[in-house]
């Protein structure tokens, strides 16, 4: 047993030996000849001799140089929203000429959240329309509680499209409203509104009344809810946004142009859901507060609007919780012209700042 167990001891001593033993002559060999490598027995020690006989230097892969830039592209955008001195919609928009990032890295656009609890005061079971064959007629059988989510991203295609001014982005938000809650029809979406966007935005700088007027874009905006008739909703809107901000405030206003198309499943949407929003949010601490209010621009019987408060608060790192309350005309497409007050609790992810 004794003799068996120096015997293992002495392959082991043997092996590391002739392992020094290789590595020791790949580092005595010249660099400059190869042809002394063939004789070094240890894989990993011969292919080193190798490479400082031929000077090859090792390069990162493609793989790890793509996760470097990716994350490159993150802590930058993380940076440039958490850094005082930044301006929110510099941070947002990429405006000044020392915060551009370039073309085609993923941006956060809207707020991202999840609203397991989502209630309303009224349902709406039979969605209608002045166009033909745009009302339902049998009760969608839905419930008040349900789940709501949104996703909302964008990305810059070209920067600078006017000297050092003017960048072109594309965006896209969806959001989903599922009856999460109701077993009796199998919990089904009831709504899904699709959002993509076109948007042309430049630096500015000019004053009002102690606001800084740091942006001007332009905006082509679609919006549908990929239903057939009777459900099918869809509007195309051409946009002007003009942003300011003060401190750790944003003023957005966004009064918008509808364009016409030869089939409208809702003429009467801008009397309803509006010609114009307006957007104002604060940063406190670590909690943001966002205040949207829109109108039609018209009185009498075709003088509607809405006004939606969303507030996020600091649950763990990135996480965040997230409330919001709705009043008013067109919380989706498919209520457009559909009265109610809405509230949801969830978390998000990512908010406007």
């Known amino acids: 047993m004794h003799g068996g167990k120096a015997a ?40 080193a001799c190798y490479d400082r006989a031929m000077k090859r230097v ?30 929110l919609l510099d941070s947002r928009w990429e405006l000044d000429p020392d915060d551009k990032h370039g ?38 059988e839905l419930q008040k509680t349900e789940a709501v989510y949104q996703l909302s991203l964008k990305t810059k295609l070209w920067e600078n499209v006017f000297g050092d001014n003017g960048d072109l982005w594309t965006g896209y938000t969806q959001t989903s409203h599922w009856q999460l809650y109701n ?5 089904p979406f009831s709504e899904t509104n699709y959002e ?61 142009w509808r364009i016409h198309d030869s089939t409208d499943d809702n003429p009467d949407i801008s009397d309803y ?17 966002a205040l949207m209010a829109r109108h039609s621009l018209r009185s009498g019987d075709r003088s509607h609007g809405a006004l939606q408060f969303d507030w996020a608060f600091p649950i763990s790192g990135e996480l965040r919780g997230h409330f919001q309350l709705f009043d008013g005309y067109g919380q989706s497409l498919i209520d457009y012209n559909h009265k109610a007050w809405y509230v949801g609790l969830g978390v998000s992810l990512l908010e406007w700042y």
């Open 103 to 140: 073309e085609f890295h993923i941006r956060a656009y809207k707020p991202v959240y999840l609203l397991p609890f989502f209630f309303t005061s009224r349902t709406n079971q039979t969605p209608s329309s002045p166009a033909e064959g745009r009302t339902v007629t049998t009760p969608r």
């Open 196 to 256: 993509p966007e076109l948007m042309l935005a430049f630096r500015t700088g000019y004053d009002v009344l102690g606001w800084d007027g740091r942006m001007l874009g332009v905006t082509v905006n679609h919006q549908s809810n990929g239903q057939s008739q009777p459900l099918s909703r869809s509007w195309n809107r051409v946009m002007l946004n003009l942003g300011f901000e003060r401190e750790n405030w944003s003023l957005v206003l966004r009064p918008w």
């Open 58 to 87: 090792q390069r990162e892969t493609p793989a790890a140089q793509s996760d470097d830039r990716r994350a490159e592209v993150f802590s930058r955008e993380r940076d440039a929203a958490s850094a005082p001195s930044t301006s």
């Open 8 to 47: 293992l001891n002495g392959w082991i001593v043997g092996a590391l030996l002739l392992a020094a033993a290789s590595a020791a002559a790949a580092d005595a060999i010249p660099p400059s000849d190869p042809a002394g490598c063939v004789s070094i027995g240890d894989d990993t020690a011969r292919l």
């Open 273 to 289: 859901v509006g010609r114009g929003d307006v957007q104002l949010v604060h940063l406190w601490h670590d909690h943001e507060f």
């Open 183 to 187: 077993g009796k029809v199998s919990r």
